[in-house]
């Protein structure tokens, strides 16, 4: 009764489809948008942006904003820039990193200006400063001072030997800039500890940075995550030698490790024929770490229902545009990497006396590495290394984790964003274009079902592609524009065959209402033949009831979604 009495009101609202359209959400910045960040706990979004951060609710309505820029800069001038910079000038402040750091209450904004440095404000207002400095010297200089250079960070923590206090800090992947610091991996504070200063650098690991190489590497930083006491760093790079072609590789490192002894790169291949070592679709672009559906985890090896998934988007270097999606369980990349880290500890090396599977990187010495043979228990007694094992070490071609794409296109792939619904996987993936493809991620039949069309835009979709807390909407960044949409738009096919057809694994048709909506959204969808989906279903029509009522489908503004309660 209170369904039918619910039903009925929403038809005095509710005349025709229109109503049932979630209206998409925009705001536009004044100068290009270069990073976007959520906090999870408040459903917050920042943008990081030329010369401003901006602070947004859920909707995209703006709450704060501070000003980063234009200032008088050199990059050659040591900070702070005074009268005896005499070649400084007005110049932009590109935003170079955006981190959320809820324990504290902070934001992290580092920038391209005054050699990178970085400044703390407020989550709840960021006009509000927490801290800033530019005269601590090179100490502190973070990010780079050039657009161009990527740079990505995770927070975390360090645990102090000698006090045994546990330091807030977060880590910093990033490319070379001709006037920043070498260091590829850094350890950064986030608050004073006796006598070091907020952001600096907390570890002096040599190894793990470019040294005299910098023009051969060009790391090109994509995506960081944590994950079961590990750190991981995504990006590309040259191989180091005369070869140019950049190479995809993920980094490891113990969050314990506080040496990098553990530092180890291990190259991905996305490549059609994994069997000849090819490696098609050669440079990362983006990429999202996720559980996938229990159809897709199924087809997965090692099949393991809880394992997480790196999905990536690659490139190839050829100017055509193509572009793929691929998928690398975690546990498989974990595995790769102890068969390589294991293969060094315990001396296997080859008749020239070179390394079976790995090679030194960023190390100019033609040192022998990997010939003392060790007990193969060795790894596990040191899964973090140690000062007495080689490192850092990186997987040779032939040891790549090598994966078919399980989506390509001739589109090119800027963003990926990875969601699961009744069970089944959709990828909404990014383009150079401005659009975002819908596919559904069937393993015996992946299919590209749907577009979201970016109208009016001037560049391609960021990489930071979002979902809000109840991933029933996405955050689309396009230049100057961020817009919210919605993950599905069911309403808007009016009958049975063609909510069907579409395969769209968000879209349903409810046979008790008479119309195509979301399974949660369905009064009793878990019922056999309430809620259908797929084309192979046959429509099932309940002719007394065919109400078309877009109440239950909209979306509260608190970002969640409340289905109907009683019964008919």
């Excluded at 580092?110 to 530019?134: A, E, H, T, W």
């Excluded at 001396?347 to 010495?365: A, F, I, M, Q, R």
């Excluded at 096919?493 to 879209?507: A, E």
Aim: aromatic content about 8%; charged content about 20%; hydrophobic content about 30%.
């Amino acid at each position: 009764m209170k369904w039918t009495l619910l039903a009925a009101f929403s038809l005095l609202l509710c005349f025709g489809s229109s109503c049932c359209d979630d209206a998409q959400k925009q705001f536009s910045s004044p100068t290009i948008i270069n990073n976007v960040v959520q906090d999870p706990q408040t459903g917050r979004i920042y943008l990081g942006a030329v010369n401003g951060i901006f602070q947004l609710n859920h909707n995209l309505q703006e709450e704060s904003r501070a000003d980063t820029g234009p200032k008088k800069d050199n990059p050659q001038c040591t900070p702070p820039i005074t009268a005896k910079c005499t070649d400084a000038k007005e110049m932009d402040n590109f935003n170079k990193l955006l981190l959320v750091n809820s324990a504290n209450g902070t934001l992290i904004v580092c920038g391209s200006l005054f050699r990178g440095i970085c400044s703390l404000v407020n989550l709840n207002s960021v006009n509000k400063p927490v801290y800033y400095s530019d005269t601590k010297g090179e100490k502190t200089w973070v990010a780079s001072t050039e657009e161009s250079v990527t740079v990505v960070g995770v927070i975390s923590y360090f645990k102090d030997t000698t006090t045994n206090a546990n330091l807030s800090v977060f880590l910093v992947g990033k490319g070379y800039g001709s006037s920043d610091s070498s260091k590829l991996i850094s350890t950064r504070l986030l608050q004073e500890h006796g006598e070091m200063d907020v952001f600096e650098n907390m570890v002096e690991a040599s190894t793990v940075q470019t040294s005299s190489f910098v023009h051969r590497y060009l790391h090109d930083f994509r995506y960081t995550f944590k994950d079961n006491g590990y750190i991981y760093f995504l990006f590309s790079r040259s191989p180091g030698t005369s070869d140019s072609r950049r190479i995809t590789f993920i980094a490891r490192l113990c969050e314990n490790d506080h040496h990098y002894y553990s530092y180890t790169e291990l190259q991905l291949n996305c490549t059609v024929n994994t069997e000849q070592q090819e490696n098609t679709f050669n440079k990362v672009q983006a990429a999202y770490l996720a559980k996938p559906g229990k159809v897709l985890a199924q087809n997965i090896v090692p099949s393991n229902l809880n394992d997480k998934v790196l999905f990536g988007v690659f490139s190839a270097d050829e100017a055509d545009g193509r572009s793929a999606l691929c998928m690398y369980p975690l546990s498989s990349i974990n595995a790769r990497f102890e068969e390589v880290i294991e293969s060094c500890y315990t001396g296997e090396v080859l008749e020239d006396d070179k390394p079976k599977t790995v090679y030194s990187p960023y190390n100019s010495k033609n040192e022998a590495i990997c010939r003392t043979k060790r007990d193969k228990n060795m790894v596990k007694a040191y899964i973090c290394g140690a000062e007495f094992l080689p490192s850092p070490l990186a997987s040779k071609p032939e040891y790549a984790l090598a994966v078919k794409p399980i989506y390509t296109g001739n589109d090119m792939l800027t963003a990926v964003a990875v969601a699961v619904e009744n069970e089944h996987t959709v990828a909404f993936l990014g383009t150079s274009g401005a659009d975002v493809l819908k596919v559904h991620l069937d393993p015996n039949h992946t299919d590209f079902y749907n577009r979201i069309p970016e109208e009016h835009t001037e560049g391609a979709v960021n990489k930071n592609l979002l979902f809000d807390t109840g991933l029933d909407h996405l955050y689309i960044t396009t230049g100057r524009k961020i817009s919210k949409v919605p993950v599905q738009v069911c309403g808007q096919k009016n009958d049975c065959r063609s909510c069907l057809v579409q395969r769209d694994p968000y879209c349903g048709w409810c046979v008790r209402e008479g119309r195509c909506t979301r399974k949660k959204n369905c009064h009793k969808g878990e019922g056999e033949n309430v809620w259908l989906w797929g084309p192979d279903q046959a429509c099932k029509i309940l002719e007394p009831i065919k109400i078309q009522a877009c109440i239950p489908d909209q979306t509260p503004s608190n970002g969640t979604t409340t289905p109907p309660s009683g019964g008919l």
